[in-house]
């Protein structure tokens, strides 16, 4: 099994970077200035204990890429970013390519369906950063992250079981699950608070505001009747394993909708994550404001380049409409 990890920011970048670490084949599809920083002088992931250069093949493009049957794809990238990723892949591989989507928020597995046969959901718990080019940093310890996975909508086959080893072989703990979007839902959960840290600050993902989103989101998710883990299974499934510590005595900054934010993008992730809800809603029948504003401002702080933790909590507050 040969891992082609297509988006090799935070999350891609470390991954491919741990199962090269412990012997397994990997191509890294980066492109811009961070894909020519890795075929200059490696990938570099830094880590509370060490870190480590290596140097993977790395290609541009999926055309670049040298396919050969057994090969799994990871799609690690934002959202937003799925589908013209996907199309290029479907230009160049087999329909039957296991795709594997690693990413936040629950629309990607039905986005790679409608062009590939075998999907993978996988639950990302896994704190990492990418702010600079070439460089990755992986801040849990010595458990990388939690990377529980199964076949899309639901099920264990082969492909699932052996990817679920390769990923526990190379530092994280992986289950392969037969109802691995239960735990997608639950992580979309907590994700509703990532555009609050981004306007704001990592301080605020406890907020007021951030318990209204998630409300919310467990309101739309009932009226759906969609099943999702609770938080006891979450917590424990955690445990200990992710222990987050500083590297090289700083701390993380904030998560993916920050890091987005501090490297100044101009699109974000949370058109499908505080999207998702907001559009269950709308099917649904069950008002979602606090998504909607979020959801709102995060895509005009994004688009206007503000950096993280531009607006106040209270200011955030203000661009509710009246109850």
Wanted: glycine share 12%; proline share 5%; with cysteine.
């Amino acid at each position: 099994m040969r891992f082609v990890v297509y988006g090799a920011g935070g999350i891609g970048g470390v991954l491919g970077g741990r199962l090269l670490e412990h012997g397994h084949d990997v191509v890294l599809i980066a492109r811009g200035e961070h894909g020519d920083a890795i075929r200059e002088r490696g990938l570099v992931v830094e880590s509370p204990d060490a870190t480590t250069t290596v140097h993977p093949v790395v290609a541009a493009h999926p055309s670049e890429v040298d396919w050969s049957d057994g090969d799994v794809v990871l799609l690690t990238m934002k959202s937003q970013d799925t589908w013209v990723a996907l199309d290029a892949l479907a230009d160049v591989v087999a329909p039957t390519t296991p795709i594997a989507c690693v990413q936040n928020g629950v629309a990607n597995e039905r986005m790679a369906q409608r062009l590939f046969a075998n999907v993978y959901g996988v639950c990302v718990m896994c704190p990492t950063t990418f702010l600079e080019p070439g460089v990755v940093q992986a801040h849990s310890s010595p458990v990388t992250g939690i990377f529980d996975l199964g076949r899309y909508p639901a099920g264990v086959d082969e492909t699932a079981t052996s990817m679920a080893a390769a990923f526990t072989a190379s530092s994280y703990l992986s289950d392969a699950l037969p109802d691995v979007m239960r735990s997608k839902y639950q992580k979309l959960l907590m994700n509703l608070a990532n555009s609050i840290e981004a306007a704001c600050g990592s301080g605020f993902r406890g907020s007021d505001l951030a318990t209204r989103a998630r409300a919310e989101g467990v309101e739309v998710l009932g009226a759906a009747g969609i099943e999702f883990a609770s938080d006891e299974e979450d917590t424990a499934r955690r445990g200990e394993n992710i222990a987050m510590r500083p590297i090289g005595g700083v701390r993380r900054g904030g998560g993916s909708t920050w890091q987005s934010f501090a490297r100044g993008a101009r699109t974000v992730e949370t058109d499908f994550l505080n999207g998702e809800i907001v559009a269950l809603g709308r099917q649904h029948g069950v008002a979602t404001p606090v998504n909607e504003m979020l959801q709102q401002v995060a895509r005009e702080l994004a688009r206007s380049g503000a950096p993280p933790g531009s607006l106040s909590i209270d200011d955030l507050a203000a661009r509710l409409p009246p109850s």
